[in-house]
């Protein structure tokens, strides 16, 4: 089986930082896509970014010049860096993954269980 365990968030004050990761484990062949989406109450879960297996990296507007999306293939880990955080990036933050386990020859997305992030005085 496949499965993504996250870590690193947490309470944080406005302007803060903190950096989250996303180790997947099991058996698998490949990763092609990874990213971290965000839902926080009463909204839709959006995408925040997004990095393809060459390093190419895609944000949304809200967290250009703030956050940085990272990979460690050799891990197949993925990081965000998060910095100078506001009360709008508020939310659980969930990270996916396009993997191609071992025993086939298509890709399918999974989940991380998902970690509480808050930026609150």
């Known amino acids: 089986q496949v499965q993504l365990v996250e870590s690193g968030g947490g309470l944080v004050q406005p302007g803060g930082s903190l950096r989250l990761s996303c180790a997947a484990s099991?058996?698998?062949?490949?990763?092609?896509?990874m990213g971290w989406y965000r839902q926080a109450p009463g909204m839709e879960r959006e995408l925040v970014a997004a990095?393809?297996?060459?390093?190419?990296?895609h944000y949304v507007d809200s967290v250009k010049g703030r956050f940085t999306i990272s990979r460690d293939n050799a891990k197949n880990t993925v990081y965000l860096q998060m910095n100078n955080l506001k009360p709008e990036d508020t939310a659980v933050y969930y990270c996916?993954?396009?993997?191609?386990?071992?025993?086939?020859?298509?890709?399918?997305?999974?989940w991380g269980q998902g970690t509480q992030v808050t930026v609150s005085s």
């Open positions: 996916k993954a396009e993997v191609r386990p071992t025993s086939f020859f298509s890709f399918f997305d999974y």
């Open positions: 990095i393809a297996s060459g390093g190419n990296t």
């Open positions: 099991g058996s698998i062949f490949s990763i092609n896509l």
